[in-house]
């Protein structure tokens, strides 16, 4: 299994530097994402989001058309390259959706916040190499540590069990139930340090993921401000 995984992303990695690579989005010749694709990573997606500080989520874009091309060609085929544009889109949206409201705080002088990278299964972490959040909140971090805010990246939960993929479970009920109890805090020591939590992940669909994530900062006392991520489903935003 990891021969082949390694063996996969050697070709994939051989096949763009002989061919001319197409924007992940609608394939436009030699771009990475085409300045259209690219500006529908630019919006300010609020999601009502109970038991965080800030009472929403954020996301850059609705996951669907170029969106969820560009997105399912770095997250599951290997287009690494489109991590420093997911990652200059997180950064945006941590300037225009979390940092003015932090700013308004008076304690803001005062609050540390860990950035933590929502975590994948075993399955998902085989198959990809990597854990492709962690790009993401590390974009997060730099952004708030420019605004002059106290964060760090910690790595700090993780899934014990098997978590199918939330797009892939039949019915609401089924992808909200999936990964009930899998998440646990991984590095209680470094996270208790942290007075706020940020979660970042790619996707939210049913949040199913993102409140077990909550759950399991709460149990150790720990406040979750918000999530980031780079897409919301339709219908939630």
């Not at 990475?32 to 500006?39: A, D, K, N, T, V």
């Not at 706020?196 to 401000?225: H, K, N, W």
Request: glycine share 10%; proline share 3%; net charge positive.
């Amino acid at each position: 299994g990891g021969f082949r995984t390694g063996a996969s992303r050697c070709l994939r990695a051989f096949g763009f530097l002989l061919f001319p690579r197409g924007c992940a989005g609608c394939d436009m010749p030699d771009q990475l994402l085409c300045p259209s694709c690219l500006s529908g990573l630019s919006d300010v997606v609020a999601r009502p989001m109970p038991r965080t500080a800030m009472a929403f989520c954020f996301a850059s874009a609705l996951y669907r058309g170029s969106t969820r091309a560009a997105i399912l060609a770095w997250k599951d085929h290997g287009d690494l390259e489109l991590g420093r544009v997911f990652g200059a889109s997180m950064a945006l949206l941590a300037r225009r959706g979390v940092i003015p409201a932090l700013r308004r705080r008076a304690d803001v002088k005062t609050i540390r916040i860990a950035v933590v990278p929502v975590p994948s299964s075993r399955h998902s972490l085989r198959h990809r190499g990597r854990l492709h959040t962690l790009d993401l909140a590390g974009a997060v971090v730099r952004q708030l540590r420019s605004s002059g805010l106290d964060a760090s990246l910690v790595n700090g939960l993780d899934i014990r069990g098997n978590a199918g993929k939330s797009v892939q479970v039949a019915g609401s009920r089924g992808r909200a139930n999936r990964i009930n109890g899998l998440v646990h805090v991984r590095s209680r020591l470094r996270l208790q340090a942290y007075s706020s939590v940020i979660l970042v992940d790619d996707i939210i669909t049913t949040a199913s993921t993102l409140r077990e994530c909550m759950r399991a900062l709460s149990d150790e006392g720990l406040c979750t401000l918000t999530a980031l991520l780079i897409a919301s489903t339709a219908g939630h935003g």
